[in-house]
């Protein structure tokens, strides 16, 4: 099965213009309507998606109510970052997906992704079998293309990540990129070229960063969407500032917390990676610290468990390099472990901090 979510959504919409069907040309203008509100006012575009998955039941239009519960997971796990929610979401999509009456939407390889979606964004470590199992189940069994297939590739490449096996998440991340260009997808080029700017920064090439965040805004303003966009910004800034270019880096950083500060949706931990970094390469380590504790206030609590503990991890090493006490802050971050599958990496690194060692992770 192709991913034709887009084609099929087209497709119905025409026809339901066609012959002039009101009540059928509102099922795809509820979802822009929804889109548009997700990046500012994330719970009024999961209302107007629950409220076009009613619409769909009374019209008796399966495949409609199938990618509206899509949306509704999609919703909780990229713009409202409740993974509580978004798992049992996620969970009963998939068990209503099974359904007969499903069995030809275009939506299917979709819903079967977001379980990919939630266990990466829970704990890439920890699911990390079971992350690849089911990509390699959606692509030899479902045959996704388009922006699934490229989505995949995003994923296999932030597990590789995370499991630190660099040249893998390079390799998948630039796949995603070319398929990206290929077909013309400006806002997965965006997000491709963010990934691929976070692992050139953690390894040291800064001018490659830099030429690949720069790329990506681009893409992400052609996209017209912002959720990028504080991002590649946060990552100029902290580039620019270890080239020395102390005042485009401060016009970045300003840049990328007003973008930030204009959405509702929870920024990624690598955002605050990046502008922490900038803080404290620019001599301010009290804002830096005072960032890690916003993150650490977003993270707490929804689900989002090895980002909770990569945030204890990397404020304890920041609380070690100003000097601070950090004991308490030790034993909270080797508490948190205790919800991962797999935290022996993590509890290494913790007990490096313990010994004295507050450098941040680098890769050759």
């Known amino acids: 099965m192709n991913d034709s979510m887009w084609d099929w959504f087209y497709t119905y919409e025409s026809e339901a213009m066609r012959v002039g069907d009101p009540q059928r040309m509102q099922l795809p203008r509820l979802h822009r309507q929804a889109w548009y509100k997700l990046e500012t006012k994330p719970r009024e575009g999961l209302a107007m998606y629950e409220q076009g998955k009613a619409l769909a039941q009374t019209l008796g239009e399966a495949c409609w109510v199938l990618f509206y519960e899509y949306w509704r997971c999609e919703a909780f796990l990229f713009y409202l970052k409740e993974l509580h929610e978004a798992r049992i979401a996620a969970v009963q999509a998939i068990v209503e997906a099974r359904k007969p009456e499903y069995q030809r939407c275009a939506v299917l390889p979709n819903i079967y992704r977001l379980a990919v979606d939630a266990y990466t964004l829970i704990d890439p ?35 590789a990540f995370a499991c630190e096996r660099m040249d893998e998440a390079i390799a998948a991340g630039q796949e995603f990129l070319r398929l990206s260009e290929e077909e013309g997808s400006v806002y997965h080029k965006a997000g491709a070229y963010a990934i691929l700017g976070h692992y050139a920064y953690v390894s040291g090439q800064y001018d490659v960063a830099l030429e690949h965040v720069r790329a990506g805004e681009l893409n992400a303003r052609l996209s017209g969407t912002r959720y990028f966009t504080p991002l590649l910004l946060a990552w100029q800034a902290a580039i620019l500032c270890r080239q020395g270019d102390d005042l485009a880096a401060e ?3 300003r840049q990328a917390t007003m973008q930030a500060d204009g959405l509702l949706s929870r920024q990624s931990g690598a955002y605050y990676d990046a502008l922490c970094d900038y803080l404290e390469l620019s001599g301010m380590p009290d804002m830096a610290l005072e960032l890690r504790d916003r993150q650490l206030a977003a993270v707490a609590g929804t689900g989002a468990y090895y980002d909770e503990t990569d945030c204890r991890l990397r404020r304890c090493r920041l609380l070690g390099r100003m000097g601070l006490p950090l004991t308490d802050d030790l034993h909270a971050a080797r508490e948190s472990t205790a919800r991962l599958l797999k935290p022996a990496s993590l509890l290494a690194k913790l007990e490096r901090v313990a010994q004295g060692d507050y450098t941040e992770t680098r890769y050759p």
């Open 125 to 159: 470590v920890g699911y990390e079998d079971k992350i690849i199992e089911l990509i390699d189940y959606i692509e030899e069994t479902l045959h996704p293309g388009g922006g699934n297939r490229r989505l995949l590739l995003a994923r296999r490449s932030e597990v």
């Open 251 to 253: 016009r970045y950083y």
